[in-house]
Each structure stands twice: as C-alpha cells, then as structure tokens.
T-cell receptor
Framework: AQKVTQAQTEISVVEKEDVTLDCVYE???????LFWYKQPPSGELVFLIR??????QNEISGRYSWNFQKSTSSFNFTITASQVVDSAVYFC?????????????FGKGTTLSVSS | NAGVTQTPKFQVLKTGQSMTLQCAQD?????MSWYRQDPGMGLRLIHYSVGAGITDQGEVPNGYNVSRSTTEDFPLRLLSAAPSQTSVYFC??????????????FGDGTRLSIL
C-alpha cells in the first residue's frame, strides 16, 4: 500500500536559517511520482515540485532544493535562508504510475514557522 | 482563466441533511479528484475520475458519492451528512498523460460544518 510519512509535525526557525523537511514514502510500484505542496495561512494549495521515480536528479529552484533518494525512499525538501513568507504547512505526496498524479496520497504535513 | 472553481466556500448543515459540493474546471482537464483535509491528518483522497463517465474510490469514500457526466464538472454528494464529515474539501484537476509534468490544480476549498 502507498504511504507517506512526514515525521516532523512542526518546525520553528529564525529567518535566514536553513531548514530541511523530511519525507519518507512507501510504494510497491517501480514507477511512481512524488510531489511537494505548500499551504500558506490563506489556505490554498500551491504546487512546488513533481519528481518521477526514474529521475533521481536533485533539483534546485532559487532557495528551494529537493533531494530524492530511492535507496532510502526519501524525498526531502530544503529551504535555504528561510524567510517569514515561507511560513506554511508543507505536504509531501505520492502517486503511482497508473494514476499518474491524479490520485495523491498525502503525508500529514509539516508546519513551518519562520520568525523574524 | 478561472481554473478550478469550488462552490460554496462555506456551508453549515444539520446532521442528516444532504448537499452537493460543486467543482468545475475550465482547463479541459480529464483528471479530477476530491480530497478532505482534517487537522493533523493532511489531505485524504475521497474519490477521483480519469475522465467523463469514469470514477473510482480513494482512501475515504464512505458517505460520499460522485459522478462525472461532463469533463468540466465533478460534484461531490453527501447523502446524509454526519458530524464526522466536518472538514475542508478540496477539488483538484490535472491534464491527462502519464508523462505529463503538469501539476494538479486545486480549488480554494469548501469549509463544511455539520452540526
């Protein structure tokens, strides 16, 4: 069965600190997709990244970077030099190939609080 | 471009009442889904559809019905509301294609309270 675990329920940092949000997943499929979403206090869900299981290349986008390791079934998210605007709930999610990102299994989320 | 539109944004029901949460998208997306978000539980998949006339159950389908008569609309029905269905409901859509890098587009959510 599919499962996504975000062990960190809440993280508090001070601005400019780096922070890593952990995500561990379980799936029996060899082809699957991993996602990160951000939910700011306003409540909407903002797509951050999608990664295919056959592409283990890490990705950097501005202050955001993602580390995908199939050997440990992890897809961790790092924010460099955090800012107050990064305060949000962050969700990691998984979808298997047949659903191709249609049916997402979400982790319970990590609430990140960045103080000035 | 409206994207994914959910109505209503807020609703209060009494136990046993029925209602339909509306979801419409104008992006011609084949794939649509419904999720509920509860405190400490993240988002859980209720039902999803890969095209008109095709629906399937997610993690928590009990108490909910869906249908997909058109590509644009994917309503979620509560036949007999229960307090356990108090939640925030999100609808999402995505373009088709297994290798597509298109993400799911989420609506702004419907906050539903069952008394």
């Amino acid at each position: 069965a599919q499962k996504v675990t975000q062990a960190q329920t809440e993280i508090s940092v001070v601005e400019k600190e780096d922070v890593t949000l952990d995500c561990v997943y379980e799936t029996r499929d060899t082809t699957y997709y991993l996602f990160w979403y951000k939910q700011p206090p306003s409540g909407e869900l903002v797509f951050l990244i999608r990664r295919n299981s056959f592409d283990e290349q890490n990705e950097i986008s501005g202050r955001y970077s993602w580390n995908f390791q199939k050997s440990t079934s992890s897809f961790n998210f790092t924010i460099t030099a955090s800012q107050v605007v990064d305060s949000a709930v962050y969700f990691c999610a998984l979808s298997e190939a047949v659903q191709a990102g249609t049916a997402l299994i979400f982790g319970k989320g990590t609430t990140l609080s960045v103080s000035s | 471009n409206a994207g994914v539109t959910q109505t209503p944004k807020f609703q209060v029901l009494k136990t046993g009442q029925s209602m339909t949460l509306q979801c419409a998208q104008d992006m011609n997306h084949e794939y649509m889904s419904w999720y509920r978000q509860d405190p400490g539980m993240g988002l859980r998949l209720i039902h999803y559809s890969v095209g008109a006339g095709i629906t399937d159950q997610g993690e928590v389908p009990n108490g909910y019905n869906v249908s997909r008569s058109t590509t644009e609309d994917f309503p979620l029905r509560l036949l007999s509301a229960a307090p356990s269905q108090t939640s925030v409901y999100f609808c999402a859509s995505r373009a088709s294609g297994q290798n597509s890098n298109q993400p799911q587009h989420f609506g702004d959510g419907t906050r539903l309270s069952i008394l």
